[in-house]
């Protein structure tokens, strides 16, 4: 019941085109399968890639999705299944130590996750997920830092559940813990939930999914008439009409979910919009375009087909966007502000600067007077100091992600990742572009492009004049 009891036999890329140092990345890790059951377990991976691709809002986004194999090997096939909840009593020699029975809840299945994060981190050292696959048809799975699904029947529902509690921070939506007529859980207590599709409160101008909801549609749109259980009452709207809907996050009462039904309440049901839109915004999808209207009054994220936006965000003075996010300037003070993936909602994450520069991992300000570079820190409003005086940020997939230009000489300068380390890697030029390879300079005088060996100063003409250029993954 170690990782004496089996061995991890490597790692195979099933499917996914992105780069990999800016793709979302799943990690399939195999427990309970022996070593001449290695087959099952690359039949179940290749079923979560067709459930995966097939489901909204994958359908549309799936081939920016990275998904890793990782074969490992057990002494027993299966995993613990504990008598005392509710299971047969066996127990199995497996590398991750999976069993059923957390919490007293047989259909919660657990596992070491620190063995699976680190064994995942070995393998695919850019995941950003990892969901192990148990080799038994008992009914389970969880989500957290590692998710975990069984075999049992619709396995892939239960992994696209729990992917959706491990890479999005999705809540469960249905309004029971173990059964649905349990003490304790008649009416949630106080404090706003944090995931982004659950909440205690009705009110449309706070709503956090206020932009999905009609004006015509009354809030709360169905209340339980009996907080002793679950409202089991069919929806006395639509299908796909964003409300409040009362019974969610494991109470009956006082939690409201965002549609009668979700991928989040019940398997089998497609994701509601509002996780739809978490999912999207979260996978950050590299051909994700967003833009400002001619007035400023208003961004917009396009839908990814025909010729459909939606709505994000008011006024807005400038976008930045990378592989970390999107950040607007506030049109009056310039403060910045980070997209957090649903319409609307947005946090305050810094005051004005002369200019802003989005990376992989970050965001970097340039100081109004133009005398110093900071990096954001990730939390809060809080930034660190990692450079002097500069004249230009730009970012991009290669290196560090970040270059700037010397305020007098113009010469380009690439920042090495640790606070006042920058090294000079060329001469001025009319502007620069950051792709994932390399840089790219257009002359002063427009009249070539040249881009960046890799070492020194050294650039290699590589076209003619131009007016501008750019550069990323088109």
């Given at each position: 019941?170690?990782?004496?009891?089996?061995?991890?036999?490597?790692?195979?890329?099933?499917?996914?085109?992105?780069?990999?140092?800016?793709?979302?990345?799943?990690?399939?890790?195999?427990?309970?399968?022996?070593?001449?059951?290695?087959?099952?377990?690359?039949?179940?991976?290749?079923?979560?890639?067709?459930?995966?691709?097939?489901?909204?809002?994958?359908?549309?986004i799936g081939r920016a999705v990275n998904i890793w194999r990782v074969n490992v090997t057990s002494t027993d096939a299966g995993a613990d299944d504990p008598a005392a909840a509710g299971g047969t009593g066996a127990t199995a020699r497996t590398y991750?130590?999976?069993?059923?029975?957390?919490?007293?809840?047989?259909?919660?299945?657990?596992?070491?996750?620190?063995?699976?994060?680190?064994?995942?981190?070995?393998?695919?050292?850019?995941?950003?997920?990892?969901?192990?696959?148990?080799?038994?048809?008992?009914?389970?799975?969880?989500?957290?830092?590692?998710?975990?699904?069984?075999?049992?029947?619709?396995?892939?529902?239960?992994?696209?559940?729990?992917?959706?509690?491990?890479?999005?921070?999705?809540?469960?939506?249905?309004?029971y813990y173990a059964g649905g007529n349990e003490t304790g859980h008649d009416t949630h207590p106080a404090g706003e939930p944090v995931e982004p599709n659950v909440t205690l409160k009705t009110d449309r101008s706070s709503l956090k999914w206020g932009w999905a909801v009609a004006p015509a549609t009354a809030l709360p749109t169905m209340?339980?008439?009996?907080?002793?259980?679950?409202?089991?009452?069919?929806?006395?709207?639509?299908?796909?009409?964003?409300?409040?809907?009362?019974?969610?996050?494991?109470?009956?009462?006082?939690?409201?979910?965002?549609?009668?039904?979700?991928?989040?309440?019940?398997?089998?049901?497609?994701?509601?919009?509002?996780?739809?839109?978490?999912?999207?915004?979260?996978?950050?999808?590299?051909?994700?375009?967003?833009?400002?209207?001619?007035?400023?009054?208003?961004?917009?994220?396009?839908?990814?087909?025909?010729?459909?936006?939606?709505?994000?965000?008011?006024?807005?003075?400038?976008?930045?966007?990378?592989?970390?996010?999107?950040?607007?300037?506030?049109?009056?003070?310039?403060?910045?502000?980070?997209?957090?993936?649903?319409?609307?909602?947005?946090?305050?994450?810094?005051?004005?600067?002369?200019?802003?520069?989005?990376?992989?991992?970050?965001?970097?300000?340039?100081?109004?007077?133009?005398?110093?570079?900071?990096?954001?820190?990730?939390?809060?409003?809080?930034?660190?100091?990692?450079?002097?005086?500069?004249?230009?940020?730009?970012?991009?997939?290669?290196?560090?992600?970040?270059?700037?230009?010397?305020?007098?000489?113009?010469?380009?300068?690439?920042?090495?990742?640790?606070?006042?380390?920058?090294?000079?890697?060329?001469?001025?030029?009319?502007?620069?572009?950051?792709?994932?390879?390399?840089?790219?300079?257009?002359?002063?005088?427009?009249?070539?492009?040249?881009?960046?060996?890799?070492?020194?100063?050294?650039?290699?003409?590589?076209?003619?004049?131009?007016?501008?250029?750019?550069?990323?993954?088109?």
């Amino acid at each position: 019941m170690t990782t004496s009891d089996g061995a991890v036999q490597g790692r195979t890329q099933i499917h996914g085109t992105a780069p990999r140092n800016r793709a979302f990345t799943v990690v399939l890790l195999g427990d309970g399968f022996t070593a001449a059951q290695q087959t099952a377990f690359n039949t179940a991976c290749t079923g979560f890639v067709t459930a995966l691709t097939t489901t909204a809002p994958y359908d549309r986004i799936g081939r920016a999705v990275n998904i890793w194999r990782v074969n490992v090997t057990s002494t027993d096939a299966g995993a613990d299944d504990p008598a005392a909840a509710g299971g047969t009593g066996a127990t199995a020699r497996t590398y991750f130590d999976s069993t059923f029975g957390g919490n007293g809840i047989r259909r919660l299945l657990l596992c070491n996750s620190s063995t699976v994060l680190q064994t995942a981190a070995a393998q695919v050292p850019e995941f950003t997920v990892a969901l192990v696959v148990v080799n038994s048809t008992v009914y389970g799975g969880s989500g957290g830092s590692v998710g975990t699904y069984s075999l049992a029947g619709g396995a892939t529902e239960i992994a696209l559940h729990e992917l959706g509690h491990s890479a999005y921070g999705l809540a469960d939506e249905y309004a029971y813990y173990a059964g649905g007529n349990e003490t304790g859980h008649d009416t949630h207590p106080a404090g706003e939930p944090v995931e982004p599709n659950v909440t205690l409160k009705t009110d449309r101008s706070s709503l956090k999914w206020g932009w999905a909801v009609a004006p015509a549609t009354a809030l709360p749109t169905m209340s339980n008439p009996n907080c002793a259980t679950v409202d089991a009452r069919p929806s006395t709207v639509p299908a796909g009409t964003a409300g409040c809907f009362e019974g969610a996050h494991y109470y009956h009462c006082r939690a409201f979910r965002p549609e009668h039904n979700c991928k989040m309440r019940e398997l089998g049901n497609p994701f509601c919009q509002v996780c739809r839109q978490v999912i999207q915004a979260r996978t950050k999808v590299a051909k994700n375009v967003c833009a400002l209207t001619p007035s400023r009054d208003a961004v917009y994220r396009y839908d990814g087909s025909g010729t459909s936006w939606t709505r994000i965000g008011g006024p807005a003075g400038r976008l930045y966007a990378g592989g970390w996010g999107l950040v607007a300037t506030n049109p009056s003070s310039g403060d910045l502000y980070r997209y957090l993936g649903t319409p609307d909602n947005w946090q305050y994450i810094g005051s004005a600067g002369a200019s802003f520069a989005v990376t992989h991992d970050s965001v970097y300000g340039l100081t109004p007077s133009k005398d110093a570079v900071y990096r954001y820190d990730g939390s809060g409003s809080s930034w660190t100091k990692v450079g002097g005086p500069a004249g230009q940020l730009y970012a991009g997939g290669w290196g560090r992600g970040l270059v700037a230009t010397q305020p007098g000489s113009g010469d380009l300068k690439s920042y090495l990742g640790t606070p006042d380390t920058w090294k000079v890697i060329g001469i001025a030029g009319a502007s620069f572009a950051v792709g994932t390879d390399t840089v790219y300079r257009l002359t002063p005088a427009s009249d070539a492009v040249h881009r960046y060996n890799g070492s020194g100063i050294s650039w290699s003409k590589v076209g003619d004049a131009a007016h501008s250029i750019v550069a990323g993954d088109i």
